[in-house]
């Protein structure tokens, strides 16, 4: 998984907490993405970095916030988790920019909002 | 309206023979495409990426076509294994600096013995 790791794997969660999701590389690239992948709809892009400190957002934003405040580390936050996420999130990273460089996928993070 | 349309939307295939998985998209201005594996449980993994200028690519046993005038693709896999059994999603992207991929729902292939 190109030295891509996801933490925590599985989650169970009820509404209303708040949940982070963190994604770790050791590829040293400049840019990093979370995305969410539900039955029925492609990959959707929540948010991304272009790096440190340096984010913006992403076609499915609304929610979620995200920390990079390492080059390795890109972090996910739910504030107040919600069933409507539940949803497996996918962090990606890339040496270049993610229109022009090849993206590589972290393992993933199911997670279930009861 | 989904910029990246893949069909069929699922296929059972029998171990060693071909099939062709179909993309077709609306994106513009384009960049490159790319097909990704993606196994059940696991993040995607890349087989190709294609520019406007190449028409063919491969990787091992993928075969990918793209023709960009009418902007259609295709991913043939030949003499299928049981490994190949998984989704595979077709990924366009819209040029240099836009960090926004647009992604299909993917091709659920099952290979069986």
């Known amino acids: 998984d190109a030295g891509i790791t996801q933490s925590p794997r599985h989650k169970v969660t009820e509404t209303g907490t708040p949940v982070t999701l963190r994604c770790h590389q050791t590829e040293n690239h400049r840019y990093m993405y979370w995305y969410r992948q539900d039955p029925g709809h492609g990959l959707r892009l929540i948010h991304y970095?272009?790096?440190?400190?340096?984010?913006d957002k992403g076609e499915v934003s609304d929610g979620y916030s995200v920390s990079r405040s390492k080059t390795e580390d890109f972090l996910l936050t739910l504030e107040s988790a919600t069933s409507s996420q539940t949803s497996v999130y996918f962090c990606?990273?890339?040496?270049?920019?993610?229109?022009?460089?090849?993206?590589?996928f972290g393992p993933g993070t199911r997670l279930t909002v009861l | 309206k989904n910029q990246v349309e893949q069909s069929p939307q699922s296929l059972i295939i029998l171990e060693g023979k071909n099939c062709t998985l179909q993309c077709n998209y609306t994106v513009s201005p384009f960049s490159n495409l790319r097909w990704y594996k993606q196994d059940t449980g696991r993040g995607p993994v890349s087989l190709t990426i294609m520019t406007f200028s190449e028409n063919t690519k491969s990787n091992g046993r993928y075969t990918a076509t793209l023709d960009a005038d009418t902007k259609q693709s295709s991913l043939h896999i030949t003499a299928s294994q049981l490994s190949d059994s998984a989704s595979y999603i077709c990924?366009?992207?819209?040029?240099?600096?836009?960090?926004?991929?647009?992604f299909g729902k993917g091709n659920q292939v099952v290979v069986i013995p």
């Open positions: 990924v366009v992207s819209g040029g240099y600096g836009n960090n926004r991929l647009a």
């Open positions: 990606a990273i890339s040496e270049g920019a993610g229109g022009v460089g090849e993206q590589f």
């Open positions: 970095s272009y790096g440190v400190k340096d984010t």
